[in-house]
């Protein structure tokens, strides 16, 4: 299953370890449907989301005074896939939720 990045929103948690962001891939590794409705299908997902974090303007990074880099983090979801045709075609997301905890440092230093 793939899901185009245009249809997320905001990511609360991505925003809150980058001056920007762009989700460049969603990779499903879990689904399992939750509900067949009359007009949908409810799907609950898990896997991870690769993205470009930037740090500083579009500008700041021409300057040589930001940065961007790629990282990777485990997301859960919902997906309803609309019983509409071409079937598969049109889905909405819900309770996206990103993993960011391993970019946190947990205070612990590693031994050498």
Known sequence: MSVKSGQL?????????ATHYCIDHVVVEVAEVVDIGPSDLTVN?????EV????????????????????SF???????????RPLGKSAKVSHFKVDTSSWYDDGVCEPE
């Open 9 to 17: 929103q905001t990511v609360n948690e991505l925003d809150e370890i």
């Open 45 to 49: 997902v898990a896997g991870y989301v």
């Open 52 to 71: 470009a974090l930037q740090y500083g303007s579009s500008s700041d990074l021409k300057n040589d005074i930001g940065t961007s880099m790629s990282d």
């Open 74 to 84: 485990p997301f859960t979801g919902t997906v309803s896939i609309l019983f509409k």
